[in-house]
């Protein structure tokens, strides 16, 4: 009896050890927020091989890949029908050469594969998804080397957001190729409590569409404007930071807002520290929206190392204004016109005085001197300590600034 009461003491032992082995996620995998593109915003369920191909190429010709944008992810629709054993497979028609063949193409471009599943049944465009299915489809993506999985809520009725995830979590750990796991559970659970347990990025919300001001309604759902997202993280900054990010949804830059709403549009999302995964056709990009998604200085704020996601300092009608803190004691100011009319911009930069208490960051106008960086006209405009800053805002559109410290007054 002592014998079997021992065996099993070193059964329990060994399983819970196991266990706790593999009951995290991969650590300092998304120090800053990530950065790549997603084919779902531009095309849906049109996915191939042959158009991921050419999309990995421009990241690399245009120099996105350079700039940041180092993943593909392929979203929905890749999915084929599981074999025998109930291992998924890819569509052998639109990817006929094969997942594991598509990922050494993109990683030969010095890229990373990111893929797509649902923690239901039916991934939102009817597909296989993974429950019940988690540690098959796990070493299914390790072997085709991906990096990224995008993790989606649909089909999950009667299932817990916090234990679904965590299955999936364990099961990518077990299958032992480092992933960044994307938790797209669109906010119902609020995520930003217990993500960065899962993952290193959770969705805060909905679906974006591509409307700077309103949504589309679809009967049952709406996808939701840049500026109704952007209403949604205002309480949500205490959650994010280096490896574990708040993600309001992917870029909808380049696919039919104007350039002033999608200048906006990113700017804002880089004073969020949000992953920046953009979603229009690469192939064909006009030299503005190449412009917008290749702004260093903007992505620079993004990715700032503190990690500390901006909040709104003021709100004047359609004017907003909001900080960010950044390292070495720079500050992001950024003025945003959410409404259609010009504003006439006039700064006061004495009136810029705030403590940051969740960054403990200080900015104080009033005792120190910052020079001043137009981030979008790439050009300095003098320092705090002199006159006032006038411009003019047009609608729909940002002035973003960035103050760095000069000396004291």
């Not at 009896?1 to 995290?24: G, H, N």
């Not at 920046?276 to 998604?293: C, K, Y």
């Amino acid at each position: 009896m002592k014998k079997q009461l021992l065996v099993f003491i070193l059964l329990f032992s060994f399983s819970f050890s196991t266990y706790t082995i593999y009951a995290q996620k991969f650590q300092n995998m998304a120090p800053v927020p990530p950065m790549g593109w997603n084919s779902w915003n531009r095309f849906g369920c049109n996915v191939n091989e042959k158009m991921l191909k050419e999309t990995a190429d421009m990241l690399v010709e245009t120099g996105m890949r350079d700039a940041g944008y180092t993943y593909l992810v392929i979203d929905d629709c890749w999915h084929g029908e599981r074999d025998s054993l109930g291992f998924i497979r890819e569509h052998p028609d639109l990817f006929p050469s094969g997942m594991k063949a598509l990922a050494e193409y993109i990683h030969a471009r010095g890229l990373k594969f990111g893929i797509y599943s649902s923690a239901g049944f039916k991934t939102c465009a009817g597909r296989p998804a993974s429950r019940g299915r988690e540690y098959q489809d796990a070493m299914v993506y390790a072997s085709w080397d991906v990096d990224y999985l995008k993790y989606d809520w649909c089909g999950t009725e009667g299932l817990s957001a916090y234990g679904a995830y965590m299955t999936m979590r364990d099961a990518l750990y077990q299958a032992g190729r480092p992933v960044v796991f994307s938790l797209c559970e669109w906010g119902n659970s609020k995520p930003w409590l217990w993500g960065a347990q899962m993952g290193h990025l959770w969705r805060t919300t909905g679906d974006i569409c591509a409307i700077f001001d309103g949504f589309e309604d679809h009967g049952t759902y709406k996808n939701l404007g840049v500026l109704q997202i952007l209403d949604l993280q205002d309480t949500l900054r205490t959650y994010a930071g280096p490896d574990g990010w708040n993600d309001p949804d992917m870029l909808q830059v380049g696919n039919g807002m104007t350039v002033g709403e999608d200048r906006a549009h990113f700017t804002m999302w880089c004073m969020l520290s949000a992953p920046l995964m953009a979603g229009n056709d690469l192939r064909s990009m006009s030299p503005e929206t190449i412009e917008i998604l290749m702004n260093r200085e903007a992505i620079a704020i993004d990715r700032d190392p503190l990690g500390i996601q901006g909040f709104p300092f003021k709100k004047e009608g359609d004017l907003h204004t909001w900080l960010k803190p950044l390292s070495e004691g720079r500050w992001a100011v950024c003025f945003l016109n959410r409404g259609r009319q010009d504003i006439s911009l006039s700064i006061d930069w004495k009136q810029f005085t705030v403590k940051d208490e969740l960054s403990g960051q200080q900015l104080d106008t009033r005792k120190n001197v910052y020079s001043v960086r137009d981030i979008w006209a790439k050009e300095d405009l003098g320092t705090t300590g002199k006159k006032d800053l006038n411009t003019l805002l047009p609608g729909h559109d940002v002035f973003c600034v960035v103050l760095t410290p000069v000396n004291a007054l």
